[in-house]
């Protein structure tokens, strides 16, 4: 059980590492007079960018469908719409994850 805890720890402080790198990249954008070039500079927040997303684990975008009301996209389970309001049944019947 130790040692489940230690890697969670393991991953929240590479999380942090992670965290501050791409703040401390941030705030060098705008960094004047430095010998680094702006594109150099986001070019390290690209890289660190990219070091910090799989650190987070998004979850996918979940899949869309047109309201047949007001035709604004909403998410495929729906059964009713996010900007009309309006009830609408999800493809198949399928109102699991409904939003």
Request: hydrophobic share 35%; net charge neutral.
């Amino acid at each position: 059980m130790d040692q489940t805890k230690s890697g969670e720890e393991h991953e929240r402080n590479r999380l942090r590492g992670a965290i501050a790198e791409v703040t401390l990249r941030v705030s060098g954008l705008s960094a004047q007079g430095e010998a680094e070039s702006v594109a150099d500079r986001v070019a390290s927040l690209q890289k660190s960018w990219l070091q910090l997303v799989p650190l987070i684990q998004p979850e996918a975008e979940p899949t869309r469908r047109e309201c047949p009301h007001c035709h604004q996209r909403i998410r495929s389970a729906a059964t009713r719409c996010l900007y009309c309001l309006a009830k609408s049944a999800p493809p198949d019947g399928d109102a699991a994850g409904a939003a």
